[in-house]
């Protein structure tokens, strides 16, 4: 573990993990004043950004200046615990899809990042509504999309695959869940190990948030809880790609998904980082850069390579 992963994972747990760890602190999270979430002047700098309105919500949209408008997709759902409005740390990462180059002779990206609505005001049935809204309509265009996202994005990435159905002609070329938040009632025995490891996070205030973004349903519905999703369910899914770090409450549920698709025939690749902390690969260490690295290879990947 490096000392500049050792130093953020201090901070967190100073500014942060009180905040989790206390039961008072859920409605607290769901109370708080939503920040702005247009995209950066510096991301406007460096790339193409265009904007458009879906079922009523923004949708931004980001390439390279050299990428056509109708290149292959990733659609990015960005973490923040469903309360979290998306920061700074997010658009880097899209940033860096987006600047990627294409495979072999292929073009680049287009990153489509949907500003799905947050807890207390939104819930889950709204945010699949958008971003099936925003996902049957790249895939009617007939271009390759690749879901990714962190944190409850990560989770919702999921259920929107497995909400969402099938594609046409394999069009959905994969998923990237970091520290995915698969399991709204976070009930995995696992966590009990981890939980006191992780300078971040913490249950206690998460509960209350959980219930509020579930809304009508019930946490064990798969549109809020995924990885109870059933076998038939998770065997339709595309290659998934998974990135956790050791001390981090997701980790268990990540493990339990790894194992239910493979078992369901779902190409999978689980990679763990020893000593990081939640979503590491949007952090700025040592180890989370050389996982942005690898991430970002797989999502351009994943897009053009013909489809199985």
């Keep these: 573990m490096s000392w500049q992963m050792r130093a953020v994972g201090t901070l967190m747990r100073v500014t942060r993990r009180r905040r989790f760890a206390d039961p008072d602190g859920g409605p607290a999270l769901l109370s708080r004043p939503k920040g702005p ?3 950066p002047s510096s991301l406007r700098r460096t790339c193409v950004v265009e904007t458009d309105v879906v079922e009523g919500y923004d949708v931004h949209r980001v390439r390279a200046p050299g990428t056509p408008p109708g290149a292959p997709a990733v659609v990015y759902l960005h973490g923040g615990a469903y309360v979290g409005e998306i920061v700074r740390q997010h658009w880097s990462l899209v940033a860096d ?13 287009e990153v489509v990042v949907p500003i799905y609505g947050l807890a207390p005001e939104h ?14 309509g790249l895939l009617a265009e007939g271009r390759p999309v690749h879901l990714a996202g962190d944190s409850a994005g990560a989770g919702l990435a999921l259920a929107l695959a497995l909400h969402h159905g099938p594609a046409p002609a394999g069009l959905l070329r994969g998923l990237t869940l970091v520290a995915p938040w698969l399991d709204l009632r976070m009930g995995n025995p696992g966590i009990e190990a981890v939980e006191p490891h992780d300078p971040w996070l913490a249950r206690p205030a998460l509960h209350a948030v959980a219930r509020s973004w579930a809304g009508v349903l019930p946490l064990t519905d798969p549109r809020v809880s995924p990885v109870l999703a059933t076998d038939e369910a998770l065997a339709a899914l595309p290659p998934v790609g998974l990135w956790v770090g050791t001390r981090d409450i997701t980790l268990p549920d990540t493990r339990l ?13 689980l990679h763990e980082e020893a000593g990081a902390i939640h979503v590491h690969p949007l952090l700025p260490v040592p180890e989370g850069r050389a996982a942005r690295r690898v991430l970002v290879r797989h999502v351009v990947e ?7």
């Design 37 to 39: 979430s247009q995209p």
């Design 97 to 109: 899809l987006a600047a990627a180059p294409g495979a072999g002779a292929g073009p680049g990206v």
């Design 123 to 136: 819930h889950a049935e709204d945010a699949l509504r958008l971003t099936g809204a925003v996902l049957a």
């Design 257 to 269: 998904l790894a194992e239910r698709l493979r078992d369901a025939g779902v190409p999978v690749e």
């Design 302 to 308: 994943s897009l053009a390579c013909a489809p199985a």
